[in-house]
């Protein structure tokens, strides 16, 4: 099913240097190419039988589908949601953020990054990136890191053939590394949301997927306060948090709600006693 992968151009080597180890295809994927084989073959011997095989495929599909709208869900692949638990991480926690690079929120994101000393992860939209080259590239020479969150960042997204999926993530691959100068690592789908093909592209690009621990729903919250509650219940080390640079919300004194509420994180978290790293910083512990 994953085959027409590996004849989608890719404009990359990985192979020389591959950072993540394949694993082969997830047991969610073998188990459905399984089932479909057997309905098949069980229909051709028993063709009167074909409604029980229709009702079962009907539930796999259920299934798979179910485990896809589930973000932080690692049935369909390695999905980390939290940072490796290796003595590094100890006291760490890795800020995400998502859907820019914005021509008006990144910049005011990096001065208070800046300010505070912190150091994040930027899942770029690969479209945005190339719209915005020269504040892509300020990302990184801010020391910040930037990682793959597809090209298009299409709601439809989820529900894409392996060519399609392969072109999203190849085309946001090369923008992203050609504007950087840096191979992206990691990937975030959009939204979260993924099917059961994702993961064969994901190996071919020698990519890893990554949800989140906490997020703070800051693209449809306007209150700054709940925003926060949500990212700092219950913090603790090796947590992902993700916020959004692009479509963020804005809170009712017209200032992009994440502004608000990174000081407050940051304090938080440093009162806790711990640090803030990018996820490479995160796995180069490992």
Known sequence: MTEPVSRVPLGLDTTSSRRWPVTGHPNALK?????????????????????????????NHAAV?????????????????????????????????????????????????????????????GTLARRYPSLTREIVARGHAVENHSQTHR??????????????????????????????????????????????????????LVA?????????????????????????ARDILLVHDGNAATAANGQPVLLSVLPHVIEAARQQGLRFITLRQAFTSE
Do not use: Y
């Not at 085309?171 to 993924?194: D, I, K, S, W, Y």
């Not at 621990?213 to 949500?230: A, H, I, L, M």
């Open 65 to 125: 589908t179910a485990a896809g709208l589930w973000p932080r869900s690692s049935v369909l692949g390695p999905n980390w949601t939290q940072l490796p638990a290796v003595a590094g991480n100890a006291n760490s926690i890795a800020l995400t953020i998502d859907d820019g690079p914005d021509p008006v929120v990144t910049p005011q994101v990096l001065d208070l990054l800046d300010r505070h000393g912190v150091r994040a992860t930027f899942f770029c939209i």
């Open 212 to 236: 989140w621990t906490k997020r703070g729903f800051d693209t449809r919250e306007t209150d700054p306060g709940r925003v926060q509650q949500r990212l700092l219940d219950n913090l603790a």
């Open 31 to 59: 188990l459905t190419a399984a089932w479909h084989a057997a309905a098949l073959a069980g229909c051709a011997l028993a063709p009167s039988s074909w409604p029980w095989w229709l009702a079962g495929t009907a539930i």
């Open 155 to 208: 709601h439809t997204f989820s529900v894409k053939g392996p060519i399609a999926l392969a072109r999203e993530v190849a085309t946001a691959q090369r923008t992203l590394t050609e504007l950087t100068g840096e191979r992206p690592l990691f990937f975030r789908a959009p939204a979260g949301l993924r099917n059961v093909l994702l993961e064969p592209v994901l190996q071919a690009f020698d990519l890893r």
